[in-house]
């Protein structure tokens, strides 16, 4: 297997290096490729201190096989080893036969699988973090959470999203990150000063750089507030009378959260939320739009230099009155020393 491809994620990131093939095992369920089965690879591991971004791992791999690996499920486990060190556990997305017995495999980590996954979302009103989470990763990976997020009371509104957008506006909104184990286990907590690790110019190779971002001068973050009033605006949410045919535990989603649904007659609502009904039936589905209040939270660097950079942030609508102040502290302290460290 070829050099992995490494990209590093702000301050921190792991960086493995392939040798010859007879070095690298890839292990996809009971089935094991290395030597002249494993043909070439590359990987991809980033991690992001500050929750940034919730970066998917990537392992690629093209393998030779005299059994047919197209029926291969998704989200079959799958294991990287160089020179009998664990590197990192995947997930096979897709398979490709690419010749008579050569077969390309695509794999993620358990956030890609989160990024294919939806979540209906909801409105906040003081639930804790730790259930919120269950809700948003639903058994779709193994994962655990310091006591100390679990007990942050959570407001605000999510949208039907990703698993993996929802869950990257939530560590936004109390202020945990995600770090990862070689297992694939995602750990939830809150980042120490012993957690960061500075890498400095020396050990950056041929093909790598440090790229010092502009500091931020001022952090402007917008809370967000929703709730429900007598006069919100009435919409039409769904409405299949055109003859376009009859719902049948159809899925239907908002654009905004919605409260005081009604459905007409000939039409069912089976389950519903804030973001979405399943219905039944046929006729109109109307509801009432949360009224949604706005603010700006802004906060200056204490001795700003140089140009003036504005860092602002406007649809993270986990970020209400309660947590505003503390979310802009934090991006401030960020953008105001953020670099990009690559290498290749």
Not at 71 to 79: I, K
Not at 104 to 128: E, F, K, P, R
Request: aromatic fraction near 8%.
């Amino acid at each position: 297997m070829g050099e992995p491809v490494i990209h590093l994620c702000r301050h921190a990131a792991r960086a493995y290096l392939g040798g010859t093939m007879n070095h690298n095992i890839i292990t996809v369920g009971s089935r094991t490729f290395t030597g002249e089965d494993l043909k070439s690879g590359s990987c991809y591991i980033a991690e992001s201190i500050a929750g940034e971004e919730l970066s998917i791992d990537t392992l690629d791999a093209t393998v030779e096989s005299a059994v047919d690996l197209t029926g291969l499920p998704y989200g079959e486990a799958v294991t990287y080893t160089h020179d009998n060190v664990l590197i990192g556990k995947f997930f096979l997305s897709s398979v490709k036969r690419v010749g008579a017995s050569i077969y390309d495999l695509s794999c993620v980590s358990a956030v890609g699988l989160l990024a294919g996954s939806m979540h209906l979302g909801g409105l906040y009103t003081g639930q804790t973090a730790a259930v919120v989470l269950a809700d948003i990763i639903g058994g779709m990976a193994e994962y655990t959470v310091d006591d100390k997020v679990k007990s942050v009371k959570v407001y605000g509104w999510l949208p039907y999203a990703t698993r993996r957008d929802n869950l990257h506006q939530l560590l936004f909104a109390v202020g945990a990150s995600i770090t990862k184990t070689v297992a694939g286990t995602l750990n939830i907590k809150y980042l120490t000063a012993n957690d960061p690790k500075f890498i400095s110019t020396d050990r950056l190779y041929a093909g790598g750089s440090i790229d010092h971002s502009t500091p931020a001068t001022e952090a402007q973050v917008t809370e967000h507030v929703y709730f429900a009033s007598a006069n919100d605006q009435t919409n039409t949410l769904f409405d299949n009378t055109d003859g376009s045919g009859t719902a049948n535990n159809q899925l239907v989603t908002f654009d905004g959260p919605h409260h005081n649904l009604t459905a007409s007659s000939g039409l069912t609502i089976v389950s519903s939320g804030v973001n979405h009904a399943v219905l039944t039936g046929t006729g109109t589905l109307t509801g009432k739009a949360y009224s949604h209040q706005t603010k700006i939270i802004s906060k200056q660097a204490e001795a700003p230099a140089g140009t003036e950079h504005v860092v602002s942030v406007t649809d993270a609508t986990l970020v209400s009155p309660v947590n505003s102040s503390s979310v802009t502290e934090r991006v401030l302290a960020y953008y105001s020393g953020a670099y990009h460290a690559t290498m290749g």
